[in-house]
C-alpha cells in the first residue's frame, strides 16, 4: 500500500546545505521512497535552546510503502550516516530527520509519535509544511496546516526566512 508521510529536515553544523542535499540523496536512492514534494530551505533562529547557530529547515513529502517504524529507521539510519551525534537535548545538530504526519495516522509511543507533538508550535515547520500542503488537516492539532500558521504568534515566526543558495556562495 502507497502511504503518505512529511518529514522535516534541520541542521545548523556546517556545511549546512550539503547535510539538506545528503539527506534528500539517501532517501531519494531508496527504492521504497519516493520524494512527491520538496518545500524552499528556511533560514531559522535556534528554537529551544537557544545558544546556538541558525537552522536550516526544510520539510519533503513522501510517498512509500514503508511502514511509520520502518521509516523512522530510514530517518535515523540517515541521521547516523551523516555523523548525527546526541548530547545535548534540542542542541546542535548535522541533521535531524523527524516524522511529521504519516497518513492521518495517530501514534503514540516514547519511540514514535505522530502527528510529531511539537509541530504545531514551531514556525521552522509549519512555514516550509505550509509551503507544500497548506490544506493538510491534522485533527489531533485542531485544524489545518495554514490555520496552524495563523495561530502562531506573529514574533515566532519572524526568525524564518527563506534562504537562498547565493546565500552558500556568500558563506
Ligand atoms: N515523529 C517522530 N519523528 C522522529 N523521531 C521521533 C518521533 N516521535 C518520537 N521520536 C523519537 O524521538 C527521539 C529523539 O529524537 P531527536 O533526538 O531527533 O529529538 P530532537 O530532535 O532533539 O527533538 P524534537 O523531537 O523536539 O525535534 C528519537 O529517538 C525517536 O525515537
Ligand atoms: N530553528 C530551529 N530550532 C530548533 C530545531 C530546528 O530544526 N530549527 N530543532 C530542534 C530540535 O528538535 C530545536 N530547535
Redesign the pocket.
Known amino acids: 500500500m502507497m502511504n503518505r508521510a512529511f518529514i ?1 529536515l ?1 541542521t545548523n553544523i556546517e556545511p549546512r546545505y550539503d547535510h539538506l542535499k545528503e539527506a534528500i540523496a539517501h532517501l531519494s536512492k531508496n527504492e521504497v521512497i519516493k520524494i512527491t514534494k520538496q518545500s524552499s530551505i528556511y533560514q531559522t533562529a535556534p528554537v ?1 535552546y537557544t545558544n546556538q547557530a541558525d537552522f536550516l529547515n526544510m520539510v519533503v513529502e513522501v510517498e512509500t510503502t514503508l511502514p511509520p517504524y520502518k521509516l ?1 529507521d530510514v ?2 539510519n540517515i ?1 547516523s550516516q551523516l555523523g548525527r551525534k ?1 548530547d545535548i ?3 546542535p ?1 548535522t541533521i ?5 504526519v504519516y497518513n492521518e495516522e495517530n501514534n503514540r ?10 509541530m504545531h508550535e514551531r514556525a521552522f515547520v509549519l512555514i516550509p509544511l505550509e509551503e507544500i500542503a497548506p490544506s493538510l488537516i491534522l485533527p489531533s492539532m485542531g485544524g489545518a496546516v495554514n490555520d496552524l500558521l495563523n495561530k502562531l504568534p506573529e514574533i515566532d515566526k519572524k526568525d524564518v526566512r527563506l534562504w537562498t543558495q547565493q546565500e552558500l556562495v556568500d558563506e
Open positions: 522535516a534541520g529551544g523512522l530517518c535515523q541521521e546526541r537535548r534540542y542542541g545538530r535531524d530527520l523527524d516524522i511529521l509511543t516514547e519511540r514514535l509519535t505522530i502527528p510529531h507533538p511539537r
